[in-house]
């Protein structure tokens, strides 16, 4: 398995507070990805990045927010919690970007719940 | 906008069955293509990645075929195994942002 870990394994918090979630990787791969998985819609992409300090949006990004300042983390920000962003987030990660090599290799969540 | 589907939605079948599993989808420009499984409460393990000039990708008892201009890809399972029940997932990537689109799974058991 990529050596990917995610923190914390599950939360349950209120809405109006601020939360993050880090993903943590021990394979010095370039591209990190947050993804939000909901019943219906499958995984869909918040943010990604493609280096440190650098990142972009994806398709469901209102509301949060991410910072890589390491190679090997990358936090996700939900700067004021909604029952909307309850679901399960998967952090992924891929050495290769752009291209047919892109292979992205999964975390094992966190569920979140905000009440 | 992509758009990826998968049918059947759920799929029940006795052990040792030969099985297989579709996913379309809507824009053919796509880099790869992505299999993955996902046991309840657990993060996705990727199986299999069909490259775009490839037409298919094998590993052990799973093998997956793209017919690109078409839209479509099929995996298929030999001899079914209880442990080969889960979700599964397939995914393309296209776009200049390293996007993975997902299908919604088809949620397979293999009963004994």
């Known amino acids: 398995d990529a050596g990917i870990t995610q923190s914390p394994r599950h939360k349950v918090t209120e809405t109006g507070t601020p939360v993050t979630l880090r993903c943590h990787q021990t394979?010095?791969?370039?591209?990190m990805y947050w993804y939000r998985q909901d019943p219906g819609h499958g995984l869909r992409l918040i943010h990604y990045?493609?280096?440190?300090?650098?990142?972009d949006k994806g398709e469901v990004s209102d509301g949060y927010s991410v910072s890589r300042s390491k190679t090997e983390d990358f936090l996700l920000t939900l700067e004021s919690a909604t029952s909307s962003q309850t679901s399960v987030y998967f952090c992924?990660?891929?050495?290769?970007?752009?291209?047919?090599?892109?292979?992205?290799?999964f975390g094992p969540g966190t569920r979140l719940t905000v009440l | 906008k992509q758009e990826v589907t998968q049918i059947p939605a759920a799929l029940s079948v006795p052990e040792g069955e030969n099985l297989v599993l579709n996913c379309s989808f809507t824009?053919?420009?796509?880099?790869?293509l992505q299999w993955f499984r996902q046991d309840p409460g657990k993060g996705l393990t990727s199986l299999l990645l069909?490259?775009?000039?490839?037409r298919e990708q094998t590993s052990g008892r799973l093998n997956a075929s793209l017919d690109k201009s078409s839209g479509r890809s099929t995996l298929y399972i030999a001899a079914s195994q209880p442990g080969d029940s889960a979700t599964y997932l397939c995914?393309?990537?296209?776009?200049?942002?390293?996007?993975?689109?997902f299908g919604t799974g088809t949620r397979l058991q293999v009963t004994l």
């Open positions: 394979e010095n791969h370039r591209y």
């Open positions: 990045s493609y280096g440190v300090k650098d990142t």
């Open positions: 995914a393309v990537l296209t776009g200049t942002a390293s996007k993975l689109t």
């Open positions: 992924a990660i891929s050495e290769a970007g752009v291209g047919s090599y892109n292979e992205q290799f």
């Open positions: 069909i490259q775009s000039s490839q």
């Open positions: 824009d053919s420009a796509i880099y790869n």
